[in-house]
Structure formats: structure tokens, C-alpha cells
């Protein structure tokens, strides 16, 4: 949120400095287009050069050379010569008009050197004693008559002009302030509240500059606690579910795997139907572990399942699941080698009996997809605070196809293949979410012999050492 806020100040501040910069540029575009215009001297020149330009016969007349002409025509303005003394126009262009007097007193000449002749705008220069006058259209320049100002008024204009400059900045200032206070009052609920969406119920006062957005956050904000509030009623309903089958499937599996045992230990039975009655104990088994793998697996997807964290000699640990599985492996077609430091104890908190159930998972997985047999290597590293423990075995494997499935399976009721397919599936999921509760990660790859590879990775930094 402060990102955008100071986004928005900076957007406020350099709307505000546009101010002072468009002001200065239009005074710089208005003194460029203004100068060199003719109001600046170009009639008091042109009326300086006229009198120059004016020659006087030897019968005392005047005539204007051919340059004055093209002066006049340039200024669309007539002229006249006024003789010092008399009063009297000596000479005057051919375009006079005829409401302009001959002769002039000097109140007159006074008055009309600085301001206007029968409305036309004058300008005025010299030839010798005499004076020169042009007057121009009447719409060809504005006169200020009473140009004069006051000397203190001069004298103090610096002063003036910062005072100017300063009280504009103060006020630019105030504006400012003004304007981000009421846009931030509306800009940071708005904010706030677009933040916290994702996390937690919100609801943003629907008023202000912002108040549709304000509107909107809130609409969102709905959707989405009806969606989590739906989304967590189907997942309880699932969890229930899911245990209420387990526990009401433990009875009656049990019947089944009792009779079955009884079955195919009764030498009266034919050796085929006992033969029979091992299959069906076995896949019991199997059901029973299935349940159970289903079961744990939802509760550690929902953390129903407290961890029972202790300290732990993480090759102890190993070296019990490894045990437990060749026990159940009376015609050793699937021996076991193990590899862990000797010079020292790998320790680290963790849930003794969900780590080795998940050591167990992955060693029976390497069985159920092996049937003929295979070799498992069991292999624990440790170094920079990590411990790894590599679980790989020289069995079918899986193509590449396949182990990408594995990998991107986002949840165990949402597999693909038929129920006929033996699957990497639950057990996997299972291993990965023991992991995970571990602050750990698993990796599935191929193995270096072309079989499976399953290689945990386990945080030892909160472990203490084991004596």
C-alpha cells in the first residue's frame, strides 16, 4: 500500500509543479510571438528615418525620396513635417487625411506627440528644429496615454515580485495539501482493503472520490468468503466422509482378513481354495493399508494430525523402517542396502512414527510395482544443515510420460488411468505431505539404474545432537 500512496502523491506534487511550468511557458511563447512586432519601436524608427529621408528643395519645398515611400506604404501610415516656431505643416505625405490640421499650437503638439491625432496613433521624430509626426490606422497600435509610474513602485519590485512568487507557493502548497488529504482519506481504505481481500473479510466505506472502486472491493470481498465458506464445507464434508468410511470399513475388513487367515491355514480345504483364501487375506491387507494410507492422508491435508515432534537420530529412524520392511519380506526379492554417516548422528525434530511411514511407503511402492523383484539402496547425506535421504531401487520404473503425471497429480482423488493400473499414487502423496510437515520436500525421478528414485530433503538446523 505505501508504493501506491506515495504513487499517488507524486502524481498529486507534479500536478501541482505543472502549474508553475505552463505559467512560465506561456510567458516565454507570448514574448516570442510579441517580439519583434512593430508596437515595440518600429513607427518611432520608421518616423525617425522619414525625417531623414525628407529633402528640401532649393525653393524651400520638401520632398520625400523613394525609400520614405516605401516606409509609409510599409506602415499603411501618413506623415507630416511641423516647422519649429510657426505651427505651421511645411510638408505632409499625399495620403493626408483631411481631418488632420496644418498647423498646430504647442499645447497641441504637446498632446499628439504622445497620444493620438484624430484617433490615428502617432509616433514622432525630428528633422533638424522641425518635427516629424506619423500617424498610423487606427487599429495599428494601442496608446498608454499616462505611462508613468510611481519610482517607489519601481524600486521595490523585487521585493514585490518574490513576495508574489512566495505567497503563490504557499497557496500552491495549501491546494496540495488539501487535495492529498481528501484523496488519500479515499485512496487508503480503498487500498487497504484491496490488500487484505485475499486474506481476511473486509468491507470498505463505499464513500468518497473512490466509491464505486469502494463498492467493488466489497462485491469481491463477498464472492470470495461465499466461495471459502463453500470450499471449506465441501472439504469438511469430504474429511468427514473419508474417516467415517475408514472407521466403518475397519470392522468388517477385519472379519474378512480373520476368516481368510483361518481359510488358508485349514489343511481339510483342497490346496487350491487355500491357495484362494491367502489371496484374499493378502489383498485385505492391502484394503486395510489402503484405508489407512486414505485416512492419514486427509488428515495431514486438513493438519488434523498433530506431530508428536521429538528429537531424533535420523539414521535410527531409517535403519527401523528399513528392518520392518525386510521382515515382511520372507524370499528376500527385495534386498535392501544402507548407507548413513558412521562418524556421527544425523538429528533433527520430527514425528518418529510418520517418518518412518513414510520411509515404508516408498520402500513398498518399489515392491507393489516390482512384482519379480528388485534391489533398493537406502542412502543418507547431510551437509549445509540439510539432510537427504535417497531411496532408489533397479526395478520397471516409469517413463517420463508417467513421472510427470506423478509430479503434477494435485491431489490422490483426482488420478488418472483405470482401477485395474497399478499407480504411484496415494503412498506418494502421503510421503510428499509428511515432508512437507516436515519443512521438507521430496524430488521423483529415474534412477540411476533406470528404476525409481525418491530422494528427501529435511531440515536438520532445529535438531539438537543425539548421545
Known sequence: MKK???????????????????????????????????????????????????????????????????????????????????????WHSDNLPEEIPLHYSVAEISW????????????????????????????????????????????????????????NGALVFVIYMVLAGRIMGSVKPVVRGMEAVPEEEVYVREKGLLSEVAAAVNRVNEKLRAQERALRKKENARAGWISGVSHDIRTPLSMVMGYAAELETDESLPTEARKKAGVI????VKMKNLVGDLNLASKLEYQMQPLKLENLNLTAVLRQAVVDFMNLDPEEKYPVSFQCPEDRAVSLQGDKMLLQRAIYNVLSNSQMHNPEGCHID??????????????????????????????????YMMGSGSGTQLRHGLGLLIVRQIAQAHGGSIRIDHGPSGGFLVEFTLSTMNGRAVR
Not at 528633422?127 to 506619423?134: E, K, M, S, T, W
Not at 487375506?281 to 485385505?284: D, E, F, I, L, Y
Open 112 to 167: 499628439h506627440t504622445r497620444g493620438y491625432i484624430a484617433d490615428y496613433p502617432t509616433t514622432t521624430g525630428a528633422r533638424g528644429a522641425d518635427l516629424v509626426i506619423l500617424g498610423h490606422p487606427k487599429t495599428a497600435y494601442w496608446k498608454l496615454l499616462w505611462n508613468t509610474f510611481d519610482y517607489d513602485v519601481i524600486a521595490g519590485a523585487p521585493k514585490t515580485i518574490l513576495a508574489f512568487l512566495a505567497l
Open 281 to 284: 487375506r493378502r489383498q485385505s
Open 378 to 411: 537406502v542412502c543418507l547425506q547431510e551437509g549445509e544443515g540439510m539432510a537427504h535421504i535417497f531411496l532408489t531401487d533397479d526395478g520397471v520404473g516409469v517413463d517420463d510420460e508417467r513421472l510427470k503425471e506423478i509430479a503434477n497429480t494435485p491431489h
Open 4 to 90: 501506491t500512496l506515495r504513487l499517488i502523491r507524486r502524481f498529486l506534487l507534479l500536478m501541482i509543479c505543472i502549474v508553475p511550468l505552463l505559467f512560465i511557458l506561456n510567458i516565454a511563447l507570448l514574448a516570442k510571438a510579441t517580439w519583434g512586432e512593430r508596437s515595440a519601436n518600429g513607427g518611432w524608427t520608421a518616423a525617425r528615418e522619414i525625417g531623414e529621408l525628407l529633402v528640401r528643395e532649393e525653393n524651400g519645398e520638401y520632398t520625400l525620396a523613394e525609400e520614405g515611400r516605401r516606409i509609409l506604404e510599409t506602415y499603411e501610415a501618413w506623415g507630416i513635417l511641423v516647422e519649429d516656431g510657426s505651427g505651421d505643416v511645411v
